[in-house]
């Protein structure tokens, strides 16, 4: 930019860029969760009459007469990776699950049971977006009545609190809960998707305050409009510092010139980390931007011309 030889000029060019976990976005958007097309839950215990033939939870076996090895016993044991559930849902709390699975004859009455080592699970994710692999201690032997069986099988929480796994024989297999719908992916977009440019203008040399005052100070409204739901993230700015007193200002080109990014009127460190709430649809993100001299360095030392700083935004999402 141009300028006049006394005045000073800033152009502050502010890039936006978010963090995932495991996602690192350049740009504005963000908040967009990872599609994992293989996630499922597995490891579940399965009905097993002859250690090849694996019947999943919430399914009925048929007794047709055939032999068996060992003829006397049915097993109870690990389904992976034999069985799987692709659920679209999510567990209604955070905490530690288990696998259930229970056989019972045609009389409803329960012939054996077997429950997995427990899981910890997170609510705030669709359970079709993450893997989860239960354990388990080992196969459980019964007698084999030779005749039709249901299996049934449950996500249990630590309070003993039974979810259906299935859809399937849920007339034969009762008592569940069912799990909470999934939880909706979220996304936001920054200022339209474009790295955010602040022109400080003509600023006279003399005027700089050697601290950041709101009074004086540009503001900036940032549109942020989020779908999904509402969006909490922690927001920080990684920028190159200058030390002004007993804060930081974002280091200019220019030899003694800073520019303070003000949140709440508070000037923004790259230590702070800052809590925001976004709601579903259209919001604003307001930050004030300001020159600022160094009270070390005279005014007339300060160079004439114009000057460039940038700093980059980091959003977490909690």
Do not use: W
């Not at 649809?281 to 004030?288: A, E, P, Q, R």
């Amino acid at each position: 930019m141009k300028l006049c030889l006394s005045p000073v000029i800033g152009r502050f060019s502010f890039k936006l860029k978010t963090i995932l976990p495991g996602i690192i976005i350049a740009g504005a958007v963000f908040l967009t969760p990872e599609n994992n097309a293989n996630a499922q839950i597995q490891g579940v215990y399965g009905l097993s009459t002859n250690y090849n033939n694996l019947i999943c939870p919430n399914k009925e076996y048929q007794y047709n007469g055939e032999s068996y090895q060992p003829d006397s016993f049915a097993v109870l044991q690990q389904s992976f990776p034999s069985c799987f559930y692709d659920l679209n849902a999510s567990v209604p709390h955070s905490g530690y699950y288990r696998a259930y699975t229970y056989v019972m004859n045609m009389s409803r009455s329960i012939l054996s049971s077997a429950t997995t080592n427990a899981v910890y699970i997170e609510s705030s994710k669709s359970l079709n977006k993450e893997t989860i692999t239960f354990s388990y201690t080992g196969s459980i032997n019964f007698t084999f009545p030779k005749a039709d069986m249901y299996v049934c099988g449950f996500l249990l929480d630590e309070e003993g609190n039974k979810y259906n796994l299935s859809t399937d024989l849920s007339s034969v297999c009762t008592g569940g809960q069912p799990l909470p719908p999934p939880v909706p992916d979220t996304a936001c977009t920054f200022n339209s998707g474009n790295d955010l440019t602040v022109s400080l203008g003509l600023i006279e040399r003399s005027a700089l305050p050697v601290n950041p005052d709101p009074a004086t100070a540009k503001s900036v409204q940032i549109p942020v409009d989020c779908t999904g739901g509402d969006v909490t993230v922690s927001m920080k700015l990684d920028y190159n510092p200058m030390t002004m007193g007993n804060g930081q200002v974002v280091r200019t080109s220019t030899d003694g010139v800073g520019v303070a990014i003000s949140y709440n009127d508070i000037p923004i460190s790259t230590t702070d980390t800052t809590t925001l709430t976004f709601l579903e649809g259209s919001n604003t993100l307001d930050l004030n931007f300001q020159a600022v001299r160094d009270s070390a360095v005279n005014v007339a030392d300060i160079p004439t011309g114009g000057f460039t700083a940038s700093a980059a935004m980091v959003m977490t999402q909690q």
